[in-house]
Every structure is written in structure tokens, then in C-alpha cells.
């Protein structure tokens, strides 16, 4: 359509809004298409033709530039009945973030459904969202429709033809069932991926860590990439590997942070070695400790006092000095052997108190068994419902009714929830959101009514997530009958 269509046209459309008749106004072509039906019939029909002109015959030509997307991928579970979506906005809409969000996503997941996209959608950017969405995310990172967003099995000659997010899912899955396979996918295909991407990469092979990875990961020490560099050297202290840490800044970072550690003597008749932090005189002590602890890896650490991982654990005096208890858990967490972060875990949750509350520096290394068994100690020994929000890795949906009426921390929701403290009762509704994720459908519908009749208002949006928790339930035993 040409500017003096556009004018035309405009003419006409100031001549009806006015109220007047346009026929004079008219292209001569249209007029004689109006020209024998009477002055009524006239106006309708050029109101017609000017209604196609414009709606549909002459519509702008779209961009060159512009380029036609696919239509969103189908995902492998079944979307979310229509009447749960109102009980699901409300819980998206009291999470606060993109963390918070991508758990209400997961808990719907472990149920057997996905969200409708308009309800919500993982960001491109966002590694933590539930495998089943990874077409999506694949689709917001620009998938052109040339490609098939996954395939059946991830080879060397398909790997192409999978997007980031479906290949991250296809390689986590080989590295379950075969290892070795998707380690020689990493190692071939990776040597071209940019420096994000072969981190990336390297990062997966922390799934079914093993033995046989070695020779790979210590070809990495030469990577032009520091980042990839550091991560193949920490997966290699976790398989036991001795070595400092590159560019530490340091001759020797371990002999130093060692001189951080006191070692002593315990016992009367059996004498046994402890290790203990020694007492720092000055803050410039502390930053130096704190970046020893988290470029050293704990493997070299314990090798220089001659210890086992479990056995300098075991000797470890905690509670001398809370910043080195930290920083040691985390030192473990991120470069001990699996052997030492479950001993470790094991170990600060028969502590109690505030050391078992360390343990959740490991989670995310921790099995599914120890990771119930912390919530659970939490749920029993604190009051503090700031531990809650803490908690990272869960599984969702296996929390009991009996594990909360247990602990102390049903009786503190109840107290936050009555009393007159009005930042108490924020927090405890905040800290709902984590057992709405946490519980099973029958301890979600019965703690909204614990909480109700504590005081709570019962249209509060903290129940929000146990709500949908709990109508997931009704939604899959009415589909079993």
C-alpha cells in the first residue's frame, strides 16, 4: 500500500467518523462497484471494501529481517488440568524469583504434568529448571525449526542436531547408564565449544564420577581455559588425585594453609591426633585463610598432615572457630571424594545443634537418603525457621505428617502465626512456600489446616503452593477411578 492509499483511505474513514456520506471520496473503481445500489447500500459496500483493503488485501509487507519461529515443542508430560491453573498462578505469583518458580514447576513435575506457557516458562538462560522443559528452553535460545529438538540417542553424528538444553539432558542421561560413552562425546565435541560452553561440558561429568575419567581430566591442565582448568582439577580431588590448584599465588598454598592448623594429641591411653584452626591475630589472616580454603583441595590438604579424608575429618576439633568450620565444609563439598562428604555429613548431623546445620553446604553431593535425613533433623532439633529457606536439592513431594509433628518446627509456625509479631509472621509465611514444596499431599492439607486454625487468614497466598500440592493429589486419584 502506497501513501496515497493510505491517504484514500484516511479520507474516507474521517468522512464516516463525522457522519457524512464518502461515496464522492471513493476510488473511482470502487465506485463502480457501489454505483447501482442505493446511497445506504452504497456506503456499506465501500465501508467493506476499505475494511478488506485494510485488514487484509493491502496489509504491510513484514520485515526481511523477521524470521518465522517454530511452533513450541509438545513436552513429554501432559499439561496441567484447566482447573488447577488459578490454584498454580497463585503459587507462581507468591514466589519470589526465578529459584522459587522453577520449584513450583518441579513439584508439579514429580506429579506428572507441565505448565501451560502462558502460566510460565523456563528462562534460556536458567541451567536449573526440570529436564522435561528442555525442548523449551531450546525454543527461547532460538531454535530454528531446522533441527530436531531431541532425539532418541545422543551420537558423535547426531550431536548437532540437538539443542544446548536437550543435549545437556541426552549426556546427564548417558553419563547414568553409560559413562564412558558420553565422556568420549564430552572429550571429542568439546575440544570446539567456546570456554562457557566446555565448562559447561566438564561440569556434567560430577554424574557417575569415576576411575576410568582420570586420563581425561588430567589432559585438561593444559585447557586455555581457566575456569575448565579448575573444574577438572576439583573432579579430580574428588577421585583422590593429588595436585595443587593452578595459579594459586602461592609456591606451595598447602604447606601454607597448613600452617593454619594446629595439630595436637587427644586421650590418655589410646592417643590420637586432632587438628584444630589456630587462632588468627589480624583480618588480613582471615582473607589469606579463606582463600587458601577455597583454592586448595582437601585431598592435598589431609595428604600433608598424613591422613585418610575420613580420619583427619574425624579429628577436625569443630566449634573452636566457626569460619574455619565453614570454610573446611565447604572446602569438602567442592573437592572431597564422596566418601568423605558422606562421612562428614554423617558426623555434623549426629552433632546437632549448629553444626548439623553445615551439612547444608553439602547438599547438593549428598544422596537422597541423607538429604531426607537432614531435613528431617532440621525439622526435629530447630526452631529457627530461617533453616528452611536454606535448604537447596531436595527431592519434592515426600515430606510426612509425622516428620513435622516430631520436630519443634510445627510448634514454631504455630507460634510465628499467632503471636503479635508481625516479622515473625512474615517470615514463617515465607517459610511455608519451602514445606508446600517439601510435603506430601496429605501433610500439605493438613498442615493448611494446622496453620488456619493457628491464626493464619485461609485466603493467605503462603498457602498458595501446599493448595496446588495438595489438589494435585484430588487431581490424580479422580483420574485413577
Known sequence: MNELEQAGLARLRDGWISGGAVFELAPIEWKELAAASNPDEQERRLLAIAAQALDVALRPAAPKTLKRRPPLPVLALPMLPERLRPSLRAALKHAADARLKTRVATLVASRGFVLHPMDWMPAASYQESPEVYAPWVDWLAGADGEKQSRREHLTAECWDDFYPAARRTALVDLRRTMPALARTLIETKGASEPAEGRLALIELMRVGLGADDVPYLKSLSTDRSGKVREMAGRLLARLGERGNPADSGSEDPIAELAAFIEEGKSGFIRRRSTYAPIKLKSPAQQARRADLFASCYFGDLVARFGKTEPDFIGAWQFGIDDGADLFLVRMVSVSGSDAAVACLADLLVAEGGKLALLVLQLMLRLDSGRKRGLVRRILNDTQNLATLAQVEGAEPGWLEWGDLTKGKMLSALRSAVSGDNEVMKRSAEQYLETLGFLANPEAAEKLIGEIVAAGL?????????????????????????
Open 457 to 481: 487468614p485461609p485466603a493467605s497466598p503462603s498457602l498458595g503452593l501446599l493448595r496446588l500440592n495438595a489438589a494435585l493429589a484430588e487431581n490424580r486419584s479422580r483420574s485413577d477411578r
